[in-house]
């Protein structure tokens, strides 16, 4: 059995680490790269940064902020935000990301997920999907793209699914019911998409206590589980965490 992944997740603007609800009221939570290190120090497997105004802003990720977060840790780290071609990717996996996140882009041009399978390869891809409920879809949630500011009327397995067969090696789900709420992931969706695809899906959104995190792998068949405000804020240790969820019979590293 594949260990599960718990990925602290950095939402950068204007150069600061960042933290809202449902996405909105976004609140100071830090210095990029003095989280990054010590998530790096403290048992994350994995972490990610999302420049999450880059897209509505028209301009590129932070590459220089990038740099300096990949010279100081030394876990995998994922980077997203204001990619739009081949250029953007190839920038930021030289800058040191081991691999890149794409979101509104993939759905207004769906043909860059091939383009970077092929150029990057699979494993560098990865399609971040927000989603907001909504039963008059299939499976009862919508796709929704610019920072979760823009409805597609496309359902998100329907995508998750296109996301696959395209090359994505990856997809990074987000609740936006659920995020920053503390209420526990959308273990719903989650499994709908992770019983559906063969690539591993990141749950994101809605992480409170370590019960969520227990849930989401047990429940939502999450391949791994992401967070913020409750790493940022010291209400949740990463290695308290994952020795609660090794008790649970769920396989983790230590």
């Given at each position: 059995?594949?260990?599960?992944?718990?990925?602290?997740?950095?939402?950068?603007?204007?150069?600061?680490?960042?933290?809202?609800?449902?996405?909105?009221?976004?609140?100071?939570?830090?210095?990029?790269?003095?989280?990054?290190?010590?998530?790096?120090?403290?048992?994350?497997?994995?972490?990610?940064?999302?420049?999450?105004?880059?897209?509505?802003?028209?301009?590129?990720?932070?590459?220089?902020?990038?740099?300096?977060?990949?010279?100081?840790?030394?876990?995998?780290?994922?980077?997203?935000?204001?990619?739009?071609?081949?250029?953007?990717?190839?920038?930021?996996?030289?800058?040191?990301?081991?691999?890149?996140?794409?979101?509104?882009?993939?759905?207004?041009?769906?043909?860059?997920?091939?383009?970077?399978?092929?150029?990057?390869?699979?494993?560098?891809?990865?399609?971040?999907?927000?989603?907001?409920?909504?039963?008059?879809?299939?499976?009862?949630?919508?796709?929704?793209?610019?920072?979760?500011?823009?409805?597609?009327?496309?359902?998100?397995?329907?995508?998750?699914?296109e996301c696959q067969e395209r090359?994505?090696?990856?997809?990074?789900?987000?609740?936006?019911?659920?995020?920053?709420?503390?209420?526990?992931?959308?273990?719903?969706?989650?499994?709908?998409?992770?019983?559906?695809?063969?690539?591993?899906?990141?749950?994101?959104?809605g992480a409170g206590t370590m019960?969520?995190?227990?849930?989401?792998?047990?429940?939502?068949?999450?391949?791994?589980?992401?967070?913020?405000?409750?790493?940022?804020?010291?209400?949740?240790?990463?290695?308290?965490?994952?020795?609660?969820?090794?008790?649970?019979?769920?396989?983790?590293?230590?």
């Amino acid at each position: 059995m594949l260990a599960k992944r718990i990925i602290p997740c950095l939402d950068i603007k204007n150069g600061r680490t960042v933290k809202g609800i449902n996405f909105l009221s976004l609140a100071d939570a830090g210095d990029p790269v003095e989280n990054a290190v010590r998530y790096s120090q403290s048992g994350a497997d994995e972490l990610v940064f999302l420049d999450i105004t880059a897209t509505v802003e028209n301009r590129e990720t932070l590459s220089q902020l990038v740099e300096r977060i990949a010279e100081s840790i030394n876990i995998p780290f994922t980077v997203g935000g204001g990619i739009k071609s081949e250029a953007d990717a190839y920038k930021l996996l030289s800058s040191g990301a081991d691999k890149i996140s794409i979101n509104s882009m993939a759905v207004r041009k769906p043909d860059i997920i091939s383009t970077f399978a092929e150029r990057f390869g699979s494993q560098c891809v990865v399609t971040a999907v927000d989603v907001r409920r909504n039963e008059s879809f299939p499976s009862s949630y919508e796709v929704y793209i610019d920072g979760g500011r823009t409805p597609t009327g496309i359902d998100a397995l329907s995508w998750c699914k296109e996301c696959q067969e395209r090359g994505a090696g990856e997809i990074l789900l987000t609740s936006m019911n659920a995020d920053g709420t503390k209420a526990g992931f959308s273990c719903d969706i989650t499994k709908k998409v992770s019983t559906n695809l063969s690539i591993p899906v990141i749950a994101s959104g809605g992480a409170g206590t370590m019960e969520h995190f227990s849930d989401v792998f047990t429940f939502g068949f999450a391949d791994a589980a992401l967070a913020a405000s409750v790493f940022h804020y010291h209400e949740i240790d990463i290695i308290e965490l994952k020795r609660y969820l090794q008790k649970q019979g769920i396989a983790v590293r230590l």
